[in-house]
């Protein structure tokens, strides 16, 4: 997958120092994967806000998956592209790649575009696929409008829906080529959303639709999501699939998984972690002697934009000279109500995945606690991890998994 970066969003969240007696230093995790901010005018058009080729056959973070009937159809990325494969589904079924914590703003025009292939000439049988947008990630079936390729009836054509609820609009418009683009753009001060095969705007646009983003959805932050959708179809690779989608222009807010640097002192033996990109500028530029900087650790969320996230509190001790990071209620409880003249709580370090709602890519987060040097060791590395589980359990006592973070 390829990311064009044009500037980031500054975290001024702080994740505290991470203090321990050993002295291994866990292994570092190359950031390879940075979502992107454009600032939303229509004059950037030539610098692309978000791009994915799909080329490298593997579903990243930017992304999420929903199928209303996965056992029947699924989107799979393959092939260096993203298809849509199904294997008759009884009823209408839909599944899609929905945009994963990162959202466009409304306040801005945006305008986005996906290549196409569909093949498959059908009787009864019906399929589809394209782009949509919705207000939803959770349900983008019921609040949506949506762009694609499609055949029914022996009829190859394009395809729209504007869903709220219960109340649908669609059309179709006969289709000569089974490869193509699709276009949907919005401008934002006529709160009106345009979908085309040949570009953004009034101008070239197959379909407006107004009072849709600002009027029956409020305004908030707009998904899109990439799929489709069968009914009785089955659906085999290479016959329905999207690839090379492209934010041209857009504002793209709550992006944001950052990278989490870790510091190294060997002056006092201690690691320290940020997600502040001005503490780790102080570091590196005013404290170098004190602290060196040893890359990314792992990547985490400075905001909740990600529902199946947990903040990680963090707190510290003038006792043990240490921070202590956890996102488990009971603990936080415990330290706040048992505990306010050892431990002093510092907010919200972060936001991670707590055991069991991690997604596939994530990675875990192993905790350890050394009695004799009254602190707890966070690390991403599994070779660390078990050089540390062979020590007796007075040094280092494995406490399992923290919580899951991003590599």
């Known amino acids: 997958m390829r990311i064009m970066i044009r500037n980031t969003f500054v975290c001024v969240l702080v994740v505290g120092g991470i203090l321990a007696a050993s002295r291994f230093c866990p292994d570092v995790h190359a950031d390879e994967t940075t979502i992107v901010v454009s600032d939303g005018t229509m004059s950037s058009q030539n610098e692309i806000a978000l791009r994915d080729s799909f ?46 914590t990162w959202r466009l703003d409304p306040r801005y025009d945006f305008g986005m575009r996906v290549d196409f292939h569909y093949d498959l000439l059908t009787v009864e049988e019906e399929g589809w696929i394209g782009i949509g947008v919705t207000p939803s990630d959770q349900n983008p079936r019921y609040r949506r409008l949506e762009f694609g390729a499609g055949c029914v009836n022996r009829f190859p054509s394009f395809s729209y829906e504007r869903v709220d609820g219960y109340a649908t609009l ?38 407006a639709y107004r009072d849709l983003v600002r009027g029956t959805w409020g305004g908030g932050p707009i998904f899109i ?41 060997p002056i006092n033996q201690a690691h320290y972690y940020t997600i502040s990109e001005t503490e780790k500028t102080t570091l590196v530029n005013e404290h170098r002697k004190e602290w060196t ?115």
């Open 293 to 407: 900087l040893q890359g990314t650790a792992f990547r985490a969320f400075p905001d909740n934009s990600d529902p199946n996230c947990l903040p990680v509190h963090r707190f510290w001790s003038d006792e043990t000279m240490s921070h202590f990071y956890t996102l488990k209620e009971r603990e936080i409880t415990k330290l706040l109500e048992q505990y306010p003249d050892v431990w002093t709580h510092q907010g919200i370090a972060f936001y991670a995945y707590p055991v069991g709602k991690q997604p596939a890519w994530a990675i875990p987060v192993y905790r350890f606690w050394s009695q004799s040097a009254g602190a707890h060791f966070f690390t991403t590395s599994e070779s660390e991890a078990e050089k540390l589980r062979a020590l007796p359990n007075d040094v280092w006592f494995d406490e399992g998994i923290g919580w899951y973070a991003v590599p």
């Open 225 to 265: 999501y990439l799929g489709g959708r069968s009914t009785g179809l089955a659906i085999g690779s290479g016959r329905a699939y999207l690839d090379n989608v492209v934010v041209t222009y857009g504002k793209i807010i709550e992006a944001s998984l950052k990278p989490v640097y870790r510091f190294w002192s």
């Open 55 to 100: 080329d490298d056959n593997s579903r990243a973070w930017l992304w999420k998956e929903y199928s209303e009937d996965p056992n029947n159809i699924f989107v799979k990325e393959t092939n260096r592209r993203l298809e849509l494969r199904a294997s008759e589904p009884p009823f209408e079924a839909f599944a899609a790649y929905v945009a994963n």
């Open 170 to 207: 669609s059309g179709y418009s006969e289709r000569w080529v089974n490869d193509g683009t699709l276009y949907i753009s919005y401008d934002s001060q006529l709160d009106a959303l345009y979908v085309s095969t040949w570009g953004y705007g009034l101008d070239a646009a197959w379909g």
